[in-house]
């Protein structure tokens, strides 16, 4: 089977879980860059509305940030809270066929 690089990435990112299981800080800290992106585009949102005095289109831009983040965390919970039976039904052998094959065939 010939992988993607983001197929790749997967599963060298479950394989590292199957040593060091997820947390939810980890997860979070793993995506800085995308909140850090979501909270430039809010925080400019907001102060463009609140200076052109459209306090209302300010607080659409805030619950973006705070709706982002809050999802994100839940999404990450559920994550975590599964991993045991993702890490019990998953065929470790097949993931490490697949990791060998994309070395070779990238090689």
């Keep these: 089977m010939q992988l993607s690089s983001q197929q790749r990435r997967q599963l060298l990112k479950l394989r590292e879980y199957r040593d060091t299981p997820p947390t939810v800080s980890a997860l979070l800290r793993s995506s800085w860059r995308a909140y850090l992106y979501v909270a430039t585009v809010?925080?400019?949102?907001?102060?463009?509305?609140?200076?052109?005095?459209?306090?209302?289109?300010?607080?659409?831009?805030?619950?973006?940030?705070?709706?982002?983040?809050?999802?994100?965390?839940?999404?990450?919970?559920?994550?975590?809270?599964?991993?045991?039976?993702?890490?019990?039904v998953t065929d470790w052998r097949r993931v490490e066929q697949l990791l060998e094959q994309s070395d070779g065939s990238a090689a």
């Design 42 to 88: 809010g925080f400019v949102g907001i102060g463009v509305f609140l200076w052109g005095g459209w306090p209302l289109a300010s607080g659409l831009f805030a619950g973006m940030v705070l709706a982002t983040i809050v999802r994100d965390i839940g999404w990450y919970r559920r994550l975590v809270h599964s991993w045991p039976l993702q890490a019990e």
